[in-house]
């Protein structure tokens, strides 16, 4: 659920930026644009109200909209989460860093890690071929 979790980050960060006057424009304008994509693809009336208030705390956004992000599909719209990059890198950049992870190949570090990870990014070594006999 990595879509919604970036989604609550970064609309806890643009509400926390302007409960706190440290919103610029840029990040008034990320927000509010945000708020705008994802109103726009919930159906639900409820959502849409949730979606109204300004919380700073992404375990609150979560419990009120993220099944509403998972079931509409916003969590996997392109377009919502590159806003959600885009708010998060003006309003929270530290937290940013955090969902700015691309993986190309993959070498058996699969699943969900709850702690930090460090990984080794040294070049892979081929195993060893069978002795010919």
């Known amino acids: 659920m990595a879509g919604v979790e970036l989604i609550v980050a ?6 926390s930026a302007g409960v706190t006057n440290t919103a610029t424009a840029a990040v008034h304008d990320a927000y509010t644009g945000l708020k705008r994509l994802l109103d726009g693809r919930f159906g639900d009336r409820d959502a849409g109200q949730a979606l109204a208030a300004d919380e700073t705390a992404p ?15 916003a969590a996997d719209d392109e377009q919502i989460l590159a806003a959600a990059r885009h708010l998060l890198v003006l309003a929270a ?16 570090a699969v699943g969900h890690f709850a702690g930090p990870v460090s990984f080794h990014q040294a070049p892979s070594v081929p195993p060893a071929s069978p002795a010919a006999e």
């Open 10 to 15: 970064a609309l806890a960060a643009g509400a």
């Open 59 to 73: 375990g609150v956004w979560q419990a009120r909209i993220g099944d509403h992000l998972a079931a509409s599909g």
């Open 93 to 108: 950049p530290e937290t940013a860093k955090e969902f700015n992870i691309k993986v190309g190949t993959n070498y058996g």
